[in-house]
């Protein structure tokens, strides 16, 4: 074997290894927002609370991981992904342990808010991570793997939760699922991170400025955010509505609506790569795919909701919604990352996740509660489906522009520019055939000099810092 051969074996199996690890820390990141569901009747019982209140105790996660992505991912760009993964790990585990210790609703409260601030910017830098080892062409596939472990970590909190809850106590469920991040942040920091890259201008503004002169990217942040509510209200509230209109058992309730999650899964890594495929003839496919799932994501959850009496055919339509609703986490993440510069990417991706949470994952199991405290569970459940049409019309609005968007980010790239999309006026290259902005609609290259590879390198014009192991430097 040549050397150049088991070089790039090795790098290979470098990627896969980051990839499933960091897979593995999404599922412990999601399984330890999800415990807090399986505890849902317990606390109610030992505590009294109200159904708003057991909704913000889920909620209030989202709302710090939106405060805190942003601020954190900044650090994060200059300090390494590496260490900051692992450290993140370590500190939303250790909260998930000190929730089986809380001795009423505010000290939960209190230790829910400082798992959100653990989990801020583990997204953002482990698609920074991502991005950077995997060329553009599957970078939705391999976010879309990536996302894939939300859902499934979601099943292992609700089904794990639920089955430790009923067997030791709902206190043991959080002390059991608090463990493995513990373990995975040891061997993280084993992990070998990219060179940082230092852009033109970085920080925040730079990033904020790049995603909201691209249409496509606010398309896809407000579509992905709207599909959000739709999704955290169902991972939520499902169980308690098994439980009230099926009379079922926590536990079953649990692994129902676990199998519901499951379908999720399936749909957030089919989504991406159907996404993906779609792309390769037209990259504005990679959004019109995802706006497809919105309409049908209202449409099946709406009629099993609000048009089908409880049995078989209404929990087949709310498995089937499950699976679509869930289609657009991997194509969103990555229209942002292609509208940026490699050294804004966690930045970027944290204003991404910002507006998830804040307007998507944050809002839907208040929303759901407050609905059903005056109309009832089964109403509120069915209202928030319907937000399913307009995220896919952000998500298809979004799509008309994003081949512009990319190409507007390599020209800019190649000349050594900060941020992504076009500059709102001054010259601009020679447009292609449909487009006078950079790049024609469809996503067909125009070439400025030399295009060097934004997905494996740093791009000109931008200060490289040596790489190094995370825990030496990152």
């Not at 708003?52 to 601020?71: C, E, I, K, N």
């Not at 472990?149 to 089904?159: E, K, S």
Request: glycine content about 14%; aromatic content about 6%; charged content about 15%.
């Amino acid at each position: 074997m040549s050397v150049d051969a088991s070089d790039d074996a090795g790098h290979r199996s470098q990627t896969r290894t980051v990839l499933v690890l960091l897979f593995l820390l999404m599922v412990v990141d999601y399984a330890d927002r999800q415990v807090m569901v399986a505890a849902f009747p317990y606390l109610r019982l030992e505590w009294g609370v109200s159904d708003v209140q057991l909704g913000a105790l889920v909620s209030v996660v989202s709302v710090m991981v939106a405060a805190a992505a942003l601020p954190i991912a900044v650090a994060v760009d200059r300090w390494g992904r590496v260490r900051a993964v692992a450290v993140m790990a370590v500190v939303w585990s250790a909260a998930t342990a000190a929730c089986g210790f809380a001795g009423g609703y505010l000290s939960m409260l209190v230790a829910r808010l400082v798992v959100g601030l653990g989990q801020a910017s583990f997204g953002p830098a482990g698609s920074a991570l991502l991005a950077a080892k995997f060329p553009a062409d599957r970078r939705a596939t391999v976010l879309g793997v990536f996302q894939t472990g939300a859902p499934l970590g979601i099943l292992v909190g609700g089904v794990g939760g639920s089955l430790a809850a009923a067997q030791w106590g709902w206190r043991a469920a959080f002390w059991m699922l608090a463990l493995p991040g513990l373990v995975l942040a040891g061997l993280f920091l084993r992990v070998r991170d990219y060179p940082t890259v230092r852009p033109a201008r970085p920080g925040a503004r730079a990033a904020v400025r790049a995603l909201t002169r691209a249409p496509s990217a606010i398309g896809a942040m407000v579509g992905g955010a709207l599909l959000l509510v739709v999704l955290s209200t169902l991972y939520t509230w499902l169980p308690t509505f098994l439980q009230r209109t099926y009379g079922m058992a926590p536990v079953r309730a649990g692994v129902l609506g676990s199998v519901v999650v499951l379908a999720g899964a399936v749909g957030t890594a089919g989504g991406a790569v159907l996404a993906d495929w779609a792309a390769r003839r037209d990259v504005r496919r990679r959004l019109v795919v995802p706006a497809a799932a919105g309409v049908a994501s209202s449409a099946l959850l709406g009629t099993a909701f609000l048009a089908v009496p409880a049995g078989s055919a209404q929990l087949l339509l709310i498995l089937a919604g499950g699976a679509t609703v869930t289609a657009a986490v991997g194509p969103a993440a990555a229209a942002v990352l292609d509208v940026v510069q490699p050294g804004l990417r966690a930045t970027a991706i944290s204003v991404f996740v910002l507006v998830q949470n804040l307007f998507g994952l944050a809002i839907g199991p208040v929303l759901a509660g407050a609905i059903a405290d005056r109309w009832g569970l089964t109403s509120a459940l069915g209202a928030v489906a319907g937000l399913g049409v307009p995220a896919a019309l952000a998500l298809y609005s979004g799509s008309r522009a994003y081949g512009r968007d990319r190409n507007q980010a390599a020209s800019l790239a190649a000349r050594g520019l900060p941020g992504g999309a076009a500059p709102r006026s001054g010259p601009t290259e020679p447009a292609g055939p449909l487009d006078g902005d950079g790049g024609d609609a469809a996503g067909r290259p125009i070439t400025v000099g030399q295009s060097p590879s934004a997905d494996m390198r740093p791009d000109e014009g931008e200060r490289v810092e040596g790489p190094g192991r995370g825990r030496q430097g990152g």
